[in-house]
């Protein structure tokens, strides 16, 4: 990308993100990003008494509000911002200025079509829109682009872990760097900050010259240079509370980090609903789920799924586990804790309930719930579409038991589907007792009868990815 211009591309590209982003319907958040020159405190705010700022963006003096482009206006939200996307992985803005990005979106999904032998009508068939998301993944594959969720702040974001494979603690997040130090990604968050005063003070930060800004009600981004560094800055905003990313990057890295600063800032998310599924295709950095104590010795039965390529099993209070048995079938896994003691074992033996109206109990994901490791319970009804309503996030591996206090099954939440116009629902099944009970016969293990109280049984099983 032109190095004259290529800050105000970015930031007029990620301000465009940030008006997709805003509009109804679209279920995306954005978030503010921090680097570490600045000041790290804001004023405390009242955001109940304090009315919304209005939306401006800027270029030096210069205000202007982008609009969204036409060559998109036709799509559903979430899938006009997922194009824009795939657009920018494959650099389709390179060279332009910020007044031609939003006018040239068309342009770039023809030259899209031109390159794959298409007609350029500028509007993506079906098949199109696949090569493009599966062109979009060659260069996401290329620095190794994994979506994770930050257990420092809270956010969800995207690391390109090529570039900057070392991690660890920032000043108030997270913090991941080059071996050399010429990128740097950092996370924050400020529990009592004013989003309209940060982003102010952030604008006159020290030896920083700003090339691009846009404020909207809960968020904002800022974009230009930092000593000799690129920079990008986004913050979104919930009450009082801010979160944000910051990306820093040498100028001789722009060919590259040009597009991935963008990618990085598009993918983050603040404030993630904690119950939204993952696009499909990907996993948690750091999962949780619930696994079921199947014997004293300290055999634990959870889903294959939630433990699947985990490089870590922790079990909070027991330590680490080990993953010694699995049934892809049934996504079932069975699971070790070496030296555990005071187990209960889960009484899994008995028939089979007849009735489709279920408790289930599990520990909810910790941004679901308060408590480290408390266990709750949710109603649910078994129906021909699955578990009726979905639990929350962390109940993949909960037990479901009937009215009578007799264990139904597993609880499993599914990978999501694309349902209408690139929506994604978050599914939940149940993996029945007599499932269960055949998998842990094939392990040699004896179901347990009796009738303890199940909530004495689940635990929470943290996964840890690479």
Not at 38 to 52: L, M, Y
Not at 268 to 297: C, H, L, W
Not at 341 to 346: D, K, Q, S, Y
Not at 395 to 421: H, M, N, T, Y
Request: proline letters at 6%.
């Amino acid at each position: 990308m032109n190095t004259r211009i290529a800050s105000l591309a970015v930031g007029q590209v990620m301000g465009l993100g940030l008006v997709l982003a805003s509009m109804p319907a679209v279920a995306q958040q954005s978030g503010i990003a921090r680097p570490a020159q600045a000041p790290t405190t804001a004023a405390p705010v009242a955001a109940t008494k304090k009315p919304a700022p209005k939306q401006t963006a800027s270029r030096g003096k210069e205000p202007r509000s982008p609009e969204v482009p036409a060559a998109l206006a036709a799509l559903p939200p979430r899938e006009r911002f997922a194009v824009l996307s795939d657009l920018l992985w494959l650099g389709g803005f390179e060279g332009m200025s910020a007044e031609e990005v939003e006018e040239h979106v068309g342009d770039a999904v023809k030259a899209f079509q031109r390159r794959n032998g298409g007609k350029e009508t500028g509007a993506l068939s079906d098949q199109e829109r696949a090569l493009l998301a599966d062109a979009a993944k060659a260069h996401q594959a290329a620095v190794n682009w994994r979506v994770i969720d930050d257990t420092a702040t809270g956010a969800r974001l995207g690391v390109p872990e090529k570039l900057v494979p070392r991690a660890g603690a920032g000043s108030t997040g997270s913090r991941w760097t080059s071996a050399g130090g010429q990128v740097q990604i950092e996370t924050f968050r400020l529990h009592e900050a004013s989003l309209p005063t940060l982003f102010e003070q952030d604008k006159k930060a020290s030896q920083r010259s700003v090339g691009y800004s846009l404020l909207s009600p809960d968020s904002f981004i800022i974009t230009g240079e930092q000593k000799l560094k690129k920079f990008v800055e986004r913050a979104e905003a919930r009450g009082s509370e801010v979160r944000g990313i910051t990306i820093l990057y040498d100028q001789a890295t722009e060919g590259t980090m040009a597009r991935v600063a963008v990618a990085v800032s598009d993918a983050f998310q603040g404030f993630p609903d904690p119950n939204a599924a993952m696009p499909p295709g990907r996993k948690r950095g750091v999962e949780y789920g619930t696994a079921i104590v199947a014997t004293s010795r300290g055999e634990l039965i959870a889903p294959a799924q939630m433990t699947d390529d985990c490089q870590a099993i922790t079990v909070p209070g027991f330590g680490h586990a080990d993953r010694i048995a699995e049934d892809k079938t049934d996504d079932l896994a069975l699971l070790r804790l070496y030296g555990a003691r005071n187990l209960v074992p889960a009484a899994l033996a008995g028939d089979s309930p007849a009735d489709g109206e279920l408790t289930l109990v599990g520990v909810a994901d910790p941004l679901a719930q308060p408590g480290e490791v408390a266990v709750s319970s949710a109603a649910a009804s078994l129906t021909t579409q699955g578990l009726v309503p979905v639990p929350k996030l962390g109940f993949s591996g909960a037990a479901a038991i009937d009215k009578q206090g007799r264990f139904a099954g597993i609880v499993e939440l599914k990978s999501p589907i694309v349902a209408g116009a690139g929506s994604l629902a978050r599914q939940a099944a149940l993996v029945p007792a007599t499932a269960v009970r055949g998998f842990l016969a094939a392990q040699g293990i004896a179901p347990t009868a009796g009738h303890a109280a199940i909530d004495q049984s689940v635990v929470r099983v943290i996964c840890v990815r690479k």
